[in-house]
């Protein structure tokens, strides 16, 4: 008998390569955007006014300078790095009064401290082997900021970057494939984190019904939840890309696409 694990990596490869369809309008270019797989909604990828295309050359320079300055234990120029990953990723401003991102926060004091590049070494060390309790907000911090950079940091783009939008793309996924399998809640395996937009005129929310999914940035330990979801995705997505000929940036790419906006709620 296939195990449920076995029928959804089938799923998720199926839904790469045949009919997964998804549509929203973008709420900034008013422009309409749409797929009929994932590996048409990775074809499809667009962030900051750059394709697919444009934006691996570009990860890719930014991680190749990442590992330069951790191999010299550069403290400032990795400082550097991290701020224009962030600014990249258009999470390095302040919060609401003025005050910084915690991660912004965090790259901060370690700079200070001179222990930015020794820390995330260490962060991604305990990344790669599963432990999320070192992700306590202070010692090391997990947000959609955070995600970035550790991704980034990894030579061998394993670690994926895990923010709400593909947070929100795979609930959307893992509901579809808990309807179609006559199962009507949400086993642990398929709780995938999401995270709200910004913009009240988006949906990022894949919770219907008895499918319900938890938020990603709430509760005293969500740095630790965050970097759970970012180890538990990683080992699926590396998994699906040795089974597709595929890489973990291309799945990522394609999740981000999708999980921009759900519409609205059946």
Known sequence: ??????????????????????????????????????????ENYFWNGKDVYITKDLLDSYSYDMQQSLKFEDDIRTYDISM????????????????????????????????????????????RVGNFDEFDGHKLPMDSAATKIFSLVDTNNYIIIYDGRVGAALGLLARSFLKNNNIDYVPEQFSFMWGKSRSPNLNRDPSINNYYFHQLWYGNDRNQRHAKMVIETSKLISLLSSQTGTTSRQ???????????????E
């Not at 195990?3 to 900034?28: A, G, M, P, R, T």
């Not at 749409?34 to 048409?40: E, I």
């Not at 790419?253 to 709620?265: C, E, P, S």
């Open 1 to 42: 008998m296939i195990s449920l694990d076995d029928k959804w990596l089938q799923y998720l490869k199926e839904c790469w390569n045949n009919e997964f369809h998804h549509s929203y309008i973008d709420n900034q270019t008013r422009n309409s955007w749409s797929c009929f797989s994932l590996k048409n909604a990775y």
């Open 84 to 127: 224009k990953i962030l600014r990249w990723g258009g999470v390095a401003g302040n919060v609401r009064g003025g005050i910084p991102r915690p991660t912004v926060a965090w790259l901060n004091r370690q700079l200070e401290g001179k222990s930015l590049t020794k820390n995330l070494i260490a962060g991604l060390n305990a990344l």
């Open 251 to 265: 799945w990522e790419a394609a999740l981000f696409m999708v999980g921009y906006d759900l519409g609205k709620k």
